[in-house]
Every structure is written in C-alpha cells, then in structure tokens.
C-alpha cells in the first residue's frame, strides 16, 4: 500500500477539517480514498503523480474526456470576462435552446446548480401543478440528497448504510412511496391504492446508483401510463443519462415523454448544474411566471455556461455519444469474454456499466444489487488501483467510458482486472 501512503495522510490532515474528510461521502472508501490533481483525457493523476485509466470520469460528466481542449478555451474566454454577474446572459439561452432543440418533451428549462436542486424543484414543481403531496421513488434510486427523495436511497447512502437518513422529517418521508425498480405488479398495486394523491413518480430510466439496472420491457411505459391515467406527473431524473444514452437521453432511447426531465452531469461539461425542463404548460408554473417559487444566486453561471455550451457543441462535432456507446460495447463484450470463470456481472447500456461481483445471472432490483459481494469489491478496487486503473470506489456507483478510450487501454484495463481477479479470489 506504500505507493498511497501520501493520499492515507492526505485524508487523516482532511479528516481534521473536513465532516468525515470529504465533501461528498461517496467520495470516502475504506481505508482512505486517493488524493487526485489533475486529469486530462482519460486519465487522471494521484497528487503523487500515479496515472490512472479513469472510468469514473467524475461520476460521469466527462463524458468528452477531462480537459478536453474546446471546453478549456471557451471557459478561460468566459473567465478572462468575468466569472459572476447575477444578470442575464445570452450564454444561458444558447445553452437551453440546445437542449429545447435535442429533448422533444422539453419546451423550457430552468438552469440550477446541483442536480439535487433540480430533483428538488422538479418535485415541488410536480406538487405545486398537481395540487397533491405523494411521490413515488424507486428502492435504490438515487436522485440527490434532499429530504424527499433520501428514503431508500442508493449512491452513498447505500454505500454508507444510511438509505433513510436521519433529520428527514417523518411527516415529509410519509409522503414518498417507495416502489420495488422493474416491479409491474407492486406499481399498479400503489396507483390502485394511492393514485388520487400522488403528485408524481421520479425515476432514473436506467438505474445508475444501485449499479447499472436497465428497465425491464415495458416498465417504463407503465410508469407513463398509470401517471397519465391518474394526473400524476412523471419525472424523469435524466442527471447520469442525459445526453449520454442519446442525444435526447434514455427518454429518447426508450421512446417516453416525461412531463419533467431532470439533467445534469454532462450538460455542464464538468462545471456544477442542473437543470429542469418539460412542456410549456408545466414550466409556466415556476416563478416568476408561475407561483412555485426558485431561485438561485449562481444559478447559469457564465463560466459553467461556457462550459457547457461548449460540450454540448463537442458532443456534435465530435460523434461523442456513438463513439461512448461503441466503447460501451467493447469493454462489456471483452470483460465478458475474459472473466466467464470469474464471480463477475457485468451488466450496461449505452456506455454505463457495471462490473458486480456475484453469481448472479443477473441484477434487476436493489436487493439484488445488495447480494454482491461489497468487501471483494473494496479489494478489487484498490488492487486495480494499484495497477493504473482507476474505478467507482463502491458497486452501487457505474462505471463509465468516454469516447476517447482507445482499445488499447480497453484492453490493458481487462488485463489488469483479470490479474486482479486471479489474485483476490
Ligand atoms: C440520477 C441522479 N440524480 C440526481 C443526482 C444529484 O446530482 P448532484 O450530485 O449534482 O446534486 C445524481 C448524482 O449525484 C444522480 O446520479
Ligand atoms: N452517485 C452519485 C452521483 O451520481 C455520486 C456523486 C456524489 O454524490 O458525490
């Protein structure tokens, strides 16, 4: 463990400063995370300088590859104008007429800074349009850390056993149903009882933090069905897919029109946002138009502005989201090909992925995502580390490719996950 003995006194120096020494707990793995500073395509560098293959790509955005050169220019232009105005800017229109142009369930959006703030609009949104309090989430979905949706919730909360976190009021939480992922009988069942009060579902078309849980057939339909049939809205919280699975997301892909679509992640190019958008009649309930109030001082911030009108251009010109996806296939088809005789699942779309360790022949819930081996998983990941390559710390994060994986270091990363797997099983 020597070659991170520098990042293991990083975090004891930021454990004294830090709540838990980080800023976001899915950032803090056992026995210490490592210390990064700098990236650039798809590698990321220790603070001591090791390289790694990156196929974190900071929980997703860098879905062009880190520092990529277009992105840099134009946010250095931005900054060398100034960096925070609290006025308008036409930056914030170009970039939602991009995404206006792309998403067809989307006529307007509204820019924010997380995409937690824009899972937490959209809700009160929904609420506020509706007239009713109930939401529906899925187990193991994860739509940020506000106190509607931190009820059976994935990402660090799984990871850190705290599904249900503490200080949610028990009066709010009352309001989130919580439904079993790809479980048809269950949602009908809750519409039957309960569809007279529930505002909306959110959803995450493809589950992406209890692992990578792909829809099953159908299921999505339903949810837009049962919503329509009752009044209730449906958001889709598109923060991980969005202009990933296509260009207008896994709404696209899956053909489904969302009456609210959350983003995030790649639509801000690495830079915070997020975003909530969807048809007219909906949007024109938020203030100042409307009366369902938001607001934020650094909301469509220009530097992240120029950030992300420039991904979203480096999406086109680049074919960067056909390219991810081939990536996709390729290292799911290799790693697949490589460790059969292996305790691994390897399980994905487009280019998400999730590298399970278990027997399972295949993952479609939350339980059994929780069936995987996780302290196997804590071995893998920092033995893979070890060897230059660098994976979500926890098997309820995906794992991602960017277009500018080459097959070469597709191919070093199956190596070294095959030596890793030989030494740790
Ligand atoms: C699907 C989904 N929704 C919402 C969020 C919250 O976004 P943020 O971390 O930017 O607040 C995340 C990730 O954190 C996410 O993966
Ligand atoms: N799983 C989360 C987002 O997708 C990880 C980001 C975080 O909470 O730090």
Redesign the pocket.
């Known amino acids: 463990m020597s070659e991170f003995n520098e990042s293991k006194e990083l975090f004891k120096e930021a454990k004294r400063y830090l709540a838990g020494g980080v800023n976001?707990p899915?950032r803090a793995y056992d026995p210490f995370p490592i210390f990064m500073e700098k990236a650039e395509g798809t590698k990321i560098y220790s603070t001591k300088g090791k390289k790694f293959i990156d196929y974190s790509l900071a929980?997703?955005p860098q879905i062009v590859g880190h520092k990529h050169p277009k992105v840099k220019e134009k946010v250095l232009d931005q900054i060398e104008k100034g960096w925070a105005f609290g006025t308008s800017t036409e930056l914030e229109t170009k970039v939602a007429k991009k995404i206006v142009n792309r998403y067809n369930s989307i006529d307007k959006i509204r820019t924010v800074n997380?995409?937690?703030?824009?899972?937490m609009t959209a809700i009160r949104l929904a609420r506020g349009y509706t007239g009713r309090d109930k939401i529906v989430k899925f187990e193991g979905?994860?739509?940020?850390?506000h106190d509607s949706v931190l009820v059976k919730a994935g990402?660090g909360a799984s990871t850190h056993g705290a599904p249900d976190s503490p200080g949610v009021p028990k009066d709010l939480a009352k309001e989130t149903i919580v439904a079993p992922w790809n479980n048809k009988e269950k949602i009908k069942e809750i519409f039957k009882k309960e569809g007279d009060n529930i505002a909306a579902i959110i959803a995450?078309p493809i589950f992406?933090?209890a692992g990578c849980i792909p829809p099953s057939d159908g299921f999505l339909d339903l949810l837009r069905d049962l919503t329509k049939e009752n009044d209730s809205l449906l958001i889709l919280?598109?923060?991980?897919t969005g202009f990933r699975v296509s260009k207008s997301g896994a709404q696209g892909y899956f053909d489904i029109d969302p009456d609210i679509t959350?983003l995030?992640?790649i639509a801000g190019g690495g830079f915070?946002?997020?975003i909530l958008g969807g048809h007219e009649e909906v949007m024109s309930e938020v203030s100042p138009e409307g009366d369902v109030y938001q607001a934020g001082t650094f909301s469509g911030n220009p530097v992240t502005m120029a950030g992300s009108l420039a991904t979203l251009e480096v999406l086109e010109e680049e074919n960067v989201i056909e390219e991810a996806n081939e990536n996709g296939e390729k290292i799911r088809a290799k790693l697949r090909q490589e460790l059969n005789e292996y305790p691994t699942l390897v399980q994905g779309i487009s280019s998400m992925f999730s590298f399970f360790l278990t027997n399972q022949e295949t993952v479609r819930s939350y339980n059994d995502v929780q069936e995987c081996d996780f302290d196997l998983y804590e071995k893998f990941h920092r033995e893979l580390a070890k060897k230059g390559t660098y994976f979500p710390p926890s098997q309820y994060e995906i794992s991602f490719v960017s277009h500018k994986h080459t097959e070469e270091e597709i191919d070093q990363t199956v190596d070294s996950i095959k030596k890793v797997l030989e030494k740790i099983t």
């Open positions: 976001s899915a929980f997703g997380t995409g937690t703030e824009a899972t979905g994860y739509h940020g850390s990402s995450e992406g933090n919280d598109e923060v991980i959350t995030g992640k915070p946002i997020g």
